[in-house]
């Protein structure tokens, strides 16, 4: 039974875990349009970098 609680406390932060992943892409893909838009390539690059870096973390979360 302590087994299943773990599992299933586990599975609950596993999805928490990924609906903050998704908040920070939209957060940064927000970062991104407005870089683009004023032309900050330092920005953009930046940007580019961190979806990179959430884009793994999503990954390795829904494998």
């Known amino acids: ?6 599992g299933m406390k586990t599975h609950t932060q596993s999805k928490e875990k990924l609906a903050v992943i998704r908040l920070e892409l939209d957060y940064e893909l927000a970062v991104l349009f407005e870089a683009m838009q004023t032309e900050n390539t330092v920005q953009i690059g930046k ?17």
């Open 47 to 63: 940007s580019k970098e961190k979806l990179n870096v959430l884009r793994e973390q999503m990954l390795k979360m829904e494998a």
């Open 1 to 6: 039974m302590k087994q299943v609680m773990n």
